[in-house]
């Protein structure tokens, strides 16, 4: 068993590295580094950029010191899914990365744990990076969807990942941003369970549309939201042709070929939930960014 020591001596280094390089950013989980938050004062530290990661529950149960960690960096939250240690660091960086938090110009050095428990340390030049989150062309994902929807359809989906729907695995693609694109390159699988609602109805931004959106995840197809968060169709068949699959792992079913395909035609992001394994896959530009594998 790790010692608190230990995990303690591994936040200290990194705090080092962060304030003696200017160009690096600590990211740490708020549940692996809250034993020292009380106790210590070395991370009130103003020297060097840091990011302090919250799942949603944690966020709200610590509302009280919520101005208290933002004196000590910017927080970030994110859904409420059991991760392992490494997924952590792709979900953490994902939402950083299309928020405009980070950028590919930033070099990171990602914490993680396991059981709340420090253990881990990772430094990341995310231009470079290829394991855990990788980009070709441009990185920027605010130019194709309003980063709040971005996040709550990743949120929605690996809540269906992980929870499934009616007691069963749920495949299914959500599709965001380059609508006019988008909307020539599918076609409608079902009646539109959409149409005829006012766009402020259908924005799941204003509108409590999770149960909504989870329960068309059933259907076969896609669902299409634009950059705003308005829901355009659901059901929809992806018509393109398949995108080259050089880049791409081998194995993949239709539904990951389709989702990479309309990321390669259209400016879109592609979100996609595995039935059989319940990863869940983004893809950008035709390939993938990052896969968020499904903790059992």
């Given at each position: 068993m790790i010692a608190l020591e230990t995990s303690k001596l591994i936040l200290e280094k990194a705090l080092e590295i962060v304030k003696s390089q200017d160009n690096i950013t600590l990211l740490a989980y708020y549940g692996d580094i809250s034993p020292y938050l009380n106790s210590d004062d070395f991370l009130k530290d103003n020297?060097?950029?840091?990011?302090i990661v919250m799942k949603e529950n944690e966020f709200e149960?610590?509302?009280?010191?919520?101005?208290?960690?933002?004196?000590?960096?910017?927080?970030?939250?994110?859904?409420?899914?059991?991760?392992?240690?490494?997924?952590?660091?792709?979900?953490?960086?994902?939402?950083?990365?299309?928020?405009?938090?980070?950028?590919?110009?930033?070099?990171?050095?990602?914490?993680?744990?396991s059981g709340n428990q420090l253990d881990t340390a990772l430094l990341l030049d995310i231009s470079k990076e290829?394991?855990?989150?990788?980009?070709?062309?441009?990185?920027?994902?605010?130019?194709?969807v309003k980063p709040e929807v971005f996040e709550k359809v990743l949120r929605i989906a690996l809540e269906i990942?992980?929870?499934?729907?009616?007691?069963?695995?749920?495949?299914?693609?959500?599709?965001?941003?380059?609508?006019?694109?988008?909307?020539?390159?599918?076609?409608?699988?079902?009646?539109?369970?959409?149409?005829?609602?006012?766009?402020?109805?259908?924005?799941?931004?204003?509108?409590?549309?999770?149960?909504?959106?989870?329960?068309?995840?059933?259907?076969?197809?896609?669902?299409?939201?634009?950059?705003?968060?308005?829901?355009?169709?659901?059901?929809?068949?992806?018509s393109v042709s398949a995108a080259s699959t050089e880049e791409l792992p081998k194995g993949l079913g239709a539904r990951h070929i389709a989702a990479a395909s309309i990321t390669a035609t259209t400016k879109a992001i592609s979100i996609v939930v595995s039935e059989s394994t319940g990863d869940v896959t983004i893809f950008k530009n035709g390939s993938i960014v990052t896969r968020i594998e499904k903790v059992s």
């Open positions: 020297n060097g950029k840091k990011i149960e610590n509302s009280d010191i919520i101005d208290n960690l933002k004196k000590i960096g910017e927080i970030v939250k994110v859904p409420n899914v059991k991760y392992d240690r490494i997924n952590k660091i792709k979900i953490a960086l994902m939402i950083c990365t299309s928020s405009g938090i980070l950028s590919k110009d930033d070099d990171v050095l990602a914490l993680s744990g290829k394991e855990l989150l990788s980009f070709k062309g441009d990185i920027d994902l605010e130019k194709s990942a992980n929870q499934g729907r009616e007691g069963k695995s749920v495949g299914t693609i959500f599709i965001l941003g380059d609508k006019e694109n988008v909307m020539e390159n599918i076609k409608q699988m079902i009646f539109n369970p959409f149409k005829g609602y006012d766009p402020d109805e259908r924005n799941i931004l204003k509108a409590n549309l999770d149960d909504t959106l989870k329960e068309y995840s059933l259907l076969d197809g896609a669902t299409v939201i634009d950059c705003n968060g308005v829901i355009e169709t659901a059901g929809a068949y992806i």
